[in-house]
């Protein structure tokens, strides 16, 4: 079955390091994304990409980074300049259409705790 | 800038009871309004959507959802509901300017008791 991986589901990191979420899809979806999910809050867009080699900022980008080398993988990379981490991660892929008018399909999370 | 309100944190219903959640959003044009669920340390999945036409859309699950323009609501409804109903909703809603913001509201969640 096709479908959104994301690994691991639980990860624990120390203040200041950078660490990295993994995302791989065999949809063969072109678009990607990542959200961001806190308690009583909505998802807040963090990054996305349409394309290979390209992906722009959303709407919480600042502390967060991002690579599209491969259509099946969109890998997002927390660094130390986020400073409040610790969150829900989400990442979501759509056939080729956008966001605001195409179902999102969705992987089943990265539990990210820093302390 | 569009946004969603879903103004009730949290629900509680009795097993077989009717269900509906509300959904208001606010938004120039014509949204496009989708309803997702997320159990318990999961992904969302999509119950159901509106961009256009009939304005009662059925969904899966058997939920089904109301687009009603002159009150900007998008309300989840089901007839009877199931102990598996148990879960997180999340409303939203995309603008369609040819960009990715989609809006989500804050979720409510669904409790069901015996």
């Known amino acids: 079955d096709g479908g959104i991986t994301q690994s691991p589901k639980y990860l624990f990191r120390k203040e200041g390091q950078n660490v990295t979420l993994s995302c791989e899809q065999n949809?063969?979806?072109?678009?990607m994304y990542w959200y961001r999910q806190d308690p009583g809050q909505g998802l807040r867009l963090i990054y996305y990409?349409?394309?290979?080699?390209?992906?722009q900022k959303g709407d919480i980008a600042e502390g967060y980074s991002v690579s599209r080398e491969k259509k099946e993988s969109f890998p997002l990379t927390v660094t130390s300049a986020q400073k409040n981490p610790t969150a829900f991660y989400l990442c979501?892929?759509?056939?080729?259409?956008?966001?605001?008018?195409?179902?999102?399909?969705f992987g089943n999370g990265t539990r990210l705790t820093v302390t | 800038a569009q946004s969603v309100t879903q103004p009730d944190i949290h629900i509680t219903v009795s097993e077989g009871a009717s269900l509906e959640l509300r959904c208001n959003y606010s938004?120039?044009?014509?949204?496009?309004l989708f309803w997702y669920v997320q159990s318990p340390g999961q992904g969302l999945q999509l119950l159901l959507k509106y961009f256009s036409g009939d304005t009662l859309v059925q969904g899966i699950k058997g939920f089904e959802a109301e687009f009603k323009r002159s009150q900007s609501s998008f309300n989840l409804r089901k007839p009877s509901v199931h102990w598996s109903d148990a879960a997180e909703y999340f409303c939203a809603v995309g603008d369609n300017f040819g960009n990715e913001k989609l809006t989500f509201g804050t979720g409510t969640r669904l409790t069901i008791i015996p």
């Open positions: 990409s349409q394309i290979v080699n390209d992906f």
């Open positions: 979501a892929s759509t056939p080729g259409g956008m966001a605001y008018n195409s179902p999102l399909h």
């Open positions: 949809l063969n979806h072109d678009a």
């Open positions: 938004y120039g044009a014509t949204p496009y």
